[in-house]
């Protein structure tokens, strides 16, 4: 005969219920974080083995609410309830990503501007015979601007030098976290997958 | 200010390209190396660094560029971005294709 189930035992199953509801919640945060698909089985991966699958989409279903695209009907959440921070994001990974992108841009433009200065000096470079024979106090002041013109590539070449090793070291910084990242989550046994077997098995009949 | 540093022929070749084309970013693009693009009426972007010349064919008038070796950085995906295929940058525009012209940087 079946055993009815007292005050407790019903509390303490909503107590786990609620407990990986919350965790699931905390996967799929996970997950948005790395930018990687969030779906049931990816949770399930994440959270305790055994866990209720119920709860487990209970969690998925919460974060997809909290990250649903809020138009006319107002804002997300915020502060305390909000699943999504406003503003910077928290996430080393997210943030160092975001800084590697900077960097790439002000590379770029670092480079233009070194190549337009390339570009003025040569154009100094070239001199037109008449102008050098009708002006001559002008060649000095070639001279002292193509120098100045050389100091100001130089600094832009020194600083597109530091700014590279700057950003391979926020790279390696990026790839060592998400390597941690990727060995905290294995640690979690994933639940076994059982959603193949019974056709496997339908199979083997078959080839019986 | 470097469009007092051109040489004659510079000059010349800008006064004819003027005449040509007297818009704002032929002056702009043939005396600066910057990067700069022109789009295109199928919203290609091609991504070019100078003008060099412009030139009157039997067709119409040409744009003798320097194109980028690479898009920019976080090059917004709704646009098809065109840059130099291999090292040798140079290149030929028809201006009848030409629908905009305008900088990729601000700095």
């Known amino acids: ?208 | 200010m470097l469009n007092n540093r051109l040489f004659d022929t510079d000059q010349e070749r800008l006064k004819r390209a003027e005449r040509l084309l007297p818009t704002w970013f032929v002056p702009r693009m043939m005396t600066d190396v910057w990067a700069f693009s022109v789009l295109l009426h199928d919203s290609t972007l091609i991504c070019i660094e100078q003008i060099r010349d412009v030139r009157l064919g039997a067709d119409g008038v040409y744009l003798d560029v320097i194109l980028m070796d690479a898009p920019p950085p976080q090059a917004p995906s709704r646009f098809r971005w065109l840059w130099a295929p291999t090292t040798r940058t140079r290149a030929s525009l028809a201006n009848r294709a030409v629908m905009a012209a305008f900088e990729l940087a601000d700095r």
């Open chain 1, 1 to 208: 005969m079946r055993k009815k189930p007292n005050r407790e035992s019903i509390q303490t199953a909503l107590r786990t219920h609620g407990q990986t509801r919350r965790a699931a919640f905390d996967a799929a945060c996970a997950l948005a974080a790395l930018g990687q698909p969030i779906h049931l089985r990816a949770l399930i991966e994440r959270v305790k083995p055994h866990s209720d699958p119920v709860a487990i989409q209970h969690g998925l279903n919460d974060w997809l609410d909290a990250n649903a695209h809020r138009g006319p009907c107002g804002p997300a959440p915020t502060g305390e309830a909000s699943w999504v921070s406003p503003g910077e994001p928290t996430d080393p990974a997210i943030q160092a990503d975001a800084l590697l992108q900077d960097a790439d841009t002000r590379l770029w433009v670092l480079r233009f501007q070194r190549r337009r200065l390339q570009n003025h000096r040569q154009q100094m470079g070239i001199r037109h015979p008449s102008e050098s024979d009708c002006q001559p106090w002008l060649a000095p002041l070639q001279e002292t601007l193509q120098e100045s013109l050389q100091r100001e590539i130089a600094l832009i070449e020194g600083l597109e030098a530091v700014l590279t090793g700057l950003k391979d070291g926020l790279a390696q910084d990026l790839r060592r976290h998400q390597a941690m990242s990727r060995t905290v989550h294995d640690r979690t046994d994933p639940a076994p997958d059982r959603l193949g077997e019974p056709r496997q098995n339908c199979a083997d009949r078959t080839n019986r």
